[in-house]
């Protein structure tokens, strides 16, 4: 596509034909601070006339305070029931009438609240992130609407086998970090949080030195930036406390050789999730358990997807992935079969498992993981938007300014002996948390009869 | 938590089509077509030159350059869909889509995650109930290969018992995690039962477990001799690459492979509907999810433009009407959505939402059916109809982020109109829908005897009708 108004090459390439690992440089984002400590990212891109605004402020559900769980949630969802002196509608109606869109999300680190629209509309844009951040309506009413859909929502937790392995698997693995809470760690916590908690969180994390604004697209900056040091500059508050609470909860106790089961006795497929926690981050073992994780299970072409879709036929698609927080890891397997077939299942992927961690590895394999993990970066990292997704993950890790242009060189930097001690360092099979979602009668007799003895029956309603 | 769902259009497009006949095996000279016509996505300052060329046996050639970035997508458009499916026999297109990765004559098994997906390649397909795409995105060096290998398995494509037998019980996997496993896959699947009764959309894409156990080696080459040939496939490439190189690569891989006439389907009409009909499905779910679904247009009528109007200004965002009305007034729902879907042949205009324990979905339907009243007696404002346009505006410039994007709409659009810029007509034509447009599609669609009611109610599985 070719378009009138002048572009600049996304990448720089030393050459077009090549995939190189050293000659991919990503365009990285010029930073600068207000005076209150408000960090600036900027990603600006000619190529088309759209713009993204997202504000990150870096207190999410773990920062929770002791006893106020689901506080960050409940933040994120009254951040979208109005501001600026407007009401949910008119808020929505305002933006709307742009064609743009917006959001407020919690996760675990951070609560976010962005805008999507066209570059003309930059600058109104703006005006509604700066009023959902430092002027959100907070309305009792709207409080107590939240509230309850949150509350149904939460509900609906058991109606789909992959939510209910996924949230046990989550709790369990992470039981004992700062993680695991998630949004709502128990129903029960909701009714307990007023609308005052809500206003207490955002005062305390919604400020200056807490954020940063990420620009993305089309946008001038200069008179961009005016705008928001107007939006923003007299913008105040000192940094939060880091939590230091820690997630326990006695329902998703880790007991070695257990495997969780929660019936859904309908299902005639069952989710499984298998896996364990790794080094974080910050870990020098990351890109060679990159290399392991691809060689496993992240493609078409890994290990268990060759044996469990394509030579047994037991499933639709088995992946692995590595998971990172700041300050936690885990590393997981996700798949589905039919509920007979489960132990089958899981037989194959823990021989899997042990034979990587035995070392049963070719130095092939390990190239072709390489050369997947290389060829397809340019791809993870084809628009502007998901060069500042990813960088902005690195920035919140603390990787440093350069981590996303050193991916491809470190990884090809990888050999077979460094993948080796990688898996046997982080490989913690005396860690392994086995859950399964599904009919609990037929999962129980497939497993016993591979050889698993042990099992705990998770209950729905104990989930909730 | 979004402020509002994606409008209509790309729903509209994602439905779609066969590619209308290409049977004739004409040369042509490559062409840059730019469109003349002034619009809103022309003022947002895009333009695609867009090359167009058919081979001698009816291969039909899109190809859009984008030096900007050093990524391809390559797409397959095949027109073949669960349309062209039989009953007793369904789900063979979406099972054929499977088994296009499996084996063929010169590359061999599992080519494209050996040679593709293993340099990094993303490598996929997917099947609709109109057409099936192969799509595969790469640095630009894999390009020549990527074109060897694509028309080898059209050529070449190798199938035997074992493959079919291995890869029939994936495909039942995932049937049960897309279908039976999911509440709203199963209400889905019934939301065509139910419209449906003569016409081939009444199955699932995915076809039924019993169907997909009968068949056979012979019927799966008699289907890949009828549709899988040049003169029934369309290539989309977009990216960094030389529009001259790349048709003269085509040419020399697909150039020999045989090419017929496109083959006719004849599909059978869908009679009238002359009054509601409900269907209850039970599952273990928290609370009961309701579908409110009616006939509506096919993509080339132009009451589509107005339905899709409607269709944003009901369901688009926390200031529609139906998020209004449903969720923030009558704090009945959880959420509320909804799409006018148009494929090729007529498809279906649905309201769905997901209540709150103590609600059912009687009161969203008389709910639902107040907001439609309203629109027939009184219309929408213009303001409504403005910021629907706006959606559609924006949500077509993110459709064409990537590289894969733009092939995607151009691709689509062609399989429906046979015209791949047609979006942006679309455009200009939802500009132009007015109130009256807007009452009279209400008043004609969305009427009490074309209403079908999908329940889903708390309690353990099967269905009473």
Same mark, same amino acid.
């Given at each position: 596509m070719r378009f009138i108004i002048p572009v600049f090459l996304l990448f720089c390439v030393s050459?077009? %034909?090549?995939?190189?690992? %050293?000659g991919l440089k990503l365009p990285l984002p010029e930073i600068e601070k207000l005076s209150n400590g408000l960090t600036i990212a900027w990603f600006l891109d000619d190529k088309l006339p759209v713009v993204d605004l997202a504000l990150r402020v870096q207190s999410g559900t773990r920062s929770d305070p002791e006893g106020k769980s689901g506080a960050a949630e409940m933040t994120a969802r009254m951040l979208e029931r109005g501001a600026n002196g407007m009401s949910a509608f008119e808020f929505a109606r305002r933006v709307e009438a742009l064609g743009a869109s917006g959001y407020a999300d919690a996760d675990e680190e951070s609560v976010s609240i962005g805008m999507h629209g066209l570059s003309q509309d930059a600058s109104t844009l703006l005006g509604f992130v700066a009023g959902i951040a430092r002027a959100p309506a907070f309305l009792p009413e709207e409080f107590r609407r939240e509230k309850k859909i949150l509350e149904e929502s939460w509900r609906h937790l058991a109606d789909s086998a992959q939510s209910v392995s996924g949230y046990v698997f989550g709790k369990t693995v992470l039981n004992g970090t700062p993680y695991g809470r998630g949004s709502l760690d128990r129903l029960s916590s909701l009714e307990k949080l007023k609308l005052n908690d809500i206003v207490s969180f955002h005062r305390s994390t919604f400020v200056p030195k807490n954020s940063i604004l990420v620009v993305i697209g089309r946008v001038d900056r200069v008179s961009f930036r005016k705008k928001i040091q107007n939006l923003f500059g007299d913008w105040k508050g000192s940094l939060p406390k880091e939590s230091k609470l820690l997630f326990r909860d006695e329902r998703f106790a880790f007991r070695r050789g257990e495997i969780l089961i929660t019936d859904l006795p309908d299902l005639p497929q069952a989710q499984i999730r298998v896996g364990f926690p790794v080094p974080g981050?910050?870990?020098?073992k990351r890109h060679a358990l990159a290399v392991a994780n691809a060689l496993l299970g992240?493609?078409?072409?890994s290990r268990l997807n060759l044996i469990v879709r394509d030579r047994l036929g037991l499933a639709y698609g088995i992946e692995s992935s590595l998971t990172y927080f700041k300050d936690a890891a885990f590393f997981s397997i996700a798949s589905a079969t039919a509920n007979p077939n489960v132990g089958k299942l899981l037989e194959e992927t823990l021989h899997q498992l042990r034979l990587l961690k035995a070392a049963d590895i070719l130095a092939e394999e390990v190239e072709v993981s390489k050369d997947y993990l290389i060829g397809g970066f340019p791809l993870r990292v084809a628009t502007l938007s998901s060069i500042a997704n990813r960088w902005l993950s690195g920035y919140s890790f603390q990787l440093g300014p350069n981590f996303l242009n050193e991916f491809m060189p470190k990884i090809s930097a990888v050999g077979r002996e460094a993948v080796v001690q990688a898996i046997d360092e982080a490989f913690q099979l005396d860690r392994l948390v086995v859950v399964v979602a599904g009919d609990a009668k037929q999962i129980e007799k497939s497993l016993k009869e591979k050889g698993f003895k042990r099992f705990r029956r998770v209950p729905v309603k104990t989930l909730l | 938590m979004k402020v509002f769902s994606y409008p209509a259009l790309i729903f509209a497009l994602a439905a779609s089509v066969l590619v209308p006949g290409c049977s004739s095996a004409k040369k042509e000279i490559p062409t840059k077509s730019t469109l003349k016509e002034s619009n809103e996505l022309d003022r947002l300052g895009l333009h695609f030159p867009l090359v167009t060329h058919h081979l001698s046996n009816g291969l039909k050639i899109l190809i859009v350059e984008d030096p900007m970035v050093p990524v391809v997508s390559y797409q397959t458009w095949v027109g073949v869909g669960s349309v062209d499916d039989t009953f007793g026999v369904t789900g063979m297109a979406h099972l054929f889509e499977h088994l296009m990765f499996k084996d063929s004559k010169k590359y061999g098994p599992r080519a494209f995650f050996n040679h593709l997906e293993a340099k990094g390649a993303n490598v996929n397909a997917f099947t609709t109930r109109d057409y099936t795409v192969f799509h595969e995105t790469f640095v630009p060096t894999l390009l020549p290969l990527v074109i060897e290998m694509e028309a080898d398995r059209l050529a070449n494509l190798k199938i035997d018992a074992d493959l079919l037998f291995t890869e029939r019980e994936v495909v039942m996997e995932e049937r049960r995690l897309r279908a039976e496993n999911s509440p709203e896959g199963r209400m889905q699947e019934s939301v065509w039962a139910t419209l449906f009764h003569a016409h081939p959309y009444r199955w699932p894409v995915i076809g039924y477990e019993e169907d997909l156990k009968r068949m056979e080696v012979r019927d799966l080459e008699e289907f890949f001799e009828k549709f899988y040939q040049p003169g029934n496939v369309t290539l989309v490439v977009v990216g960094a690459v030389k529009a001259g190189d790349v048709l003269a690569q085509i040419e020399k891989a697909y150039g020999s492979i045989p090419g017929r006439s496109r083959p006719t389907r004849r599909v059978p009409k869908e009679s009238e509907q002359v009054e509601p009909r409900r269907v209850v499905l039970k599952d273990q779910v928290a609370s009961e999810k309701v579908t409110l679904a009616f006939p509506s247009t096919q993509a080339?009528?132009?009451?589509t433009y107005a339905l899709d109007v409607l269709s944003n200004i009901l369901f688009s965002g926390n200031a529609s009407r139906a998020y209004r009305r449903v969720v923030e007034e009558k704090e009945m729902a959880l959420a509320v959505g909804g799409v006018n879907y148009t494929p090729f042949y007529p498809g279906v205009f649905m309201a769905s939402a997901t209540l709150k324990r103590g609600f059912t979905g009687r009161d969203f339907e008389v709910e639902f059916e107040r907001l439609v009243t309203e629109v027939q007696a009184h219309g929408v404002t213009q303001e409504e109809i403005n910021i629907a346009v706006r959606q559609l505006t924006v949500q077509t410039v993110d459709s064409i982020r990537t590289a894969q994007g733009l092939g995607n709409l151009i691709g689509t659009v062609n399989a429906i109109f046979g015209d791949p810029m047609r979006f942006k007509d679309d455009i200009a034509k939802y500009s132009r829908v007015t109130n009256a447009d807007v009452i009279r599609v209400a008043r004609k669609y969305l009427v009490p005897a074309r209403k079908n009611v999908i329940s889903l109610v708390p309690g353990s599985r099967g269905s009473a009708q």
């Open positions: 050459s077009q %034909a090549s995939i190189d690992p %050293a981050i910050r870990s020098e992240e493609y078409f072409n | 080339s009528d132009d009451d």
